[in-house]
């Protein structure tokens, strides 16, 4: 794992190499005010002041240099200066002037994480970034390790990454941190767990399905269930998926990999919240007894499914887990999952389609993702399109005919689940990022974690 604590440390005056950050507007006037070297060199590198533009500028010395990076993001993005955590020599570096690090420290210790599992990554000594906000340092580096180990989990592949391997994150975690897991496992599904069994079951006997939960904290703190849908591998079941829908499939258990990250995140700060992570971890595969289209399944809580596409197994999966986590009533429940399309198609990768079923949640949810710089888009859970999921033989169907509204279906399917009376926020997150940016590489990413830790601890804070 990138040891993200060695680069950043508190300023103590120590010798570094100085980042100039600068605004467009503000490039003519910080020019004027250079020495006629550093005004050559600015011009020798074509540098006139457009956001990206960059350039080593020469020192007093010989071997004395600094770096110019013209940037339009604002002082609170945690991207101001991420294109420099491996863009720049190893060494130490602080802002110039009165530059504070601020959120900017995340992107700089996200651009140097690489991940390594499957090809030999050449060893490069850290990037040191200097801040005088001492208190802020231990709180990047964790959010930067959460993210970082959210896309290694996203990004290995499915031969690698099962419902075992979940189940020994989960271990890790609690040993790490006091808390104790509970696994549901095969056949013992069937009764407590019927569609978590149901969609697993085709999968080899090594990738049994299973619940797995970790409960952590004080259990007379509020209570907050975190669900993250577990699907390691989905080929759509006998609704089989089409080879180019199939190819990124590793990445249908990103809802877990937020989930584990999120209560990370939780545990580390020490909030005062009695943690409830549930991660439904199943392989949907293709066997002579996969379950089928027209079958009708029970659930945990007693509502019958007409299942009308196996390919839309995620929202089955968390059913289940839903009902358990309303059994222990818990003070709010936000669940994450690659769940549709047709967010994507609506939203592209960036947005996870949100749908809150409290305004006070939604509003505190909203603002923290505002404040983290990590972008929620807001959907409507329409009692309108309710009649969608109705079923001729069963409560409901999984999967509506015609396609409209699929997230918001989807997202109603799951309402279903959850009484009106417990705050709950559903992300539909991609957890992929197909073009790379500055210290987010194409592969897995974290979207709306930030915004979701960002909530809890302004709540329980």
Not at 183 to 208: C, E, F, N, W
Not at 278 to 283: G, K, N, R
Request: hydrophobic letters at 45%.
């Amino acid at each position: 794992m990138t040891d993200f604590a060695a680069m950043l440390q508190p300023d103590r005056g120590q010798t570094a190499r100085a980042i100039h950050v600068v605004r467009p507007d503000a490039f003519d006037a910080w020019l004027k005010g250079q020495p006629p070297r550093v005004r050559a060199a600015v011009a020798a590198n074509k540098v006139t002041g457009k956001a990206g533009h960059r350039a080593v500028l020469p020192g007093d010395d010989a071997d004395d240099w600094s770096f110019l990076l013209v940037c339009n993001d604002p002082i609170d993005s945690p991207w101001r200066i991420a294109s420099l955590g491996d863009g720049l020599p190893e060494g130490t570096y602080r802002l110039a002037g009165d530059g504070e690090v601020g959120a900017a420290g995340l992107g700089w210790l996200l651009g140097q994480h690489r991940f390594a599992r499957y090809r030999k990554v050449e060893p490069v000594g850290p990037r040191i970034l200097l801040t005088r906000d001492v208190a802020a340092i231990d709180e990047t580096v964790r959010v930067a390790a959460a993210t970082a180990r959210l896309r290694d989990l996203v990004d290995t592949g499915a031969s690698d990454l099962g419902p075992a391997e979940l189940e020994a994150e989960a271990d890790t975690l609690a040993r790490v941190h006091g808390a104790t897991v509970t696994v549901t496992r095969g056949d013992a599904l069937a009764t407590g767990y019927p569609m978590i069994h149901i969609v697993g079951q085709a999968a080899s006997k090594d990738r049994a399905p299973r619940l797995i939960e970790l409960e952590w904290g004080d259990p007379a703190h509020p209570r907050i269930a975190i669900v993250g849908k577990g699907v390691c591998f989905d080929s759509g079941g006998l609704d089989i998926k089409p080879s180019a829908g199939m190819r990124l499939m590793k990445k249908d258990m990103g809802g877990a990999a937020h989930a584990l990250a999120l209560a990370t995140l939780v545990m580390q700060a020490r909030l005062p919240v009695r943690v409830h992570l549930l991660i439904p971890a199943v392989e949907n595969a293709i066997a002579g007894n996969a379950f089928r289209p027209g079958d009708v399944l029970p659930t945990r809580a007693g509502l019958t499914v007409e299942n009308t596409n196996t390919d839309a197994e995620g929202r089955l999966i968390l059913g289940d887990a839903l009902a358990k986590a309303v059994e222990s009533a818990p003070a709010l429940i936000i669940d994450f999952a690659t769940l549709t399309g047709a967010a994507r198609v609506a939203l592209g990768p960036d947005l996870p389609a949100t749908f809150v079923q409290d305004e006070q949640l939604a509003a505190d949810l909203f603002d923290a993702a505002t404040r983290a710089h990590d972008p929620l888009w807001r959907l409507p859970l329409w009692d309108g399109y309710d009649d969608m999921l109705k079923s001729d033989i069963a409560d409901l169907v999984n999967a509506p005919e015609g396609g409209f509204a699929g997230s918001i279906t989807a997202a109603l399917f799951l309402r279903r689940f959850v009484p009106a009376s417990i705050p709950w926020a559903h992300l539909d997150t991609f957890a992929w990022r197909p073009v790379g940016k500055p210290a987010r590489p194409r592969g897995g990413d974290a979207y709306g974690l930030r915004a979701a830790y960002t909530m809890l601890k302004t709540r329980f804070g």
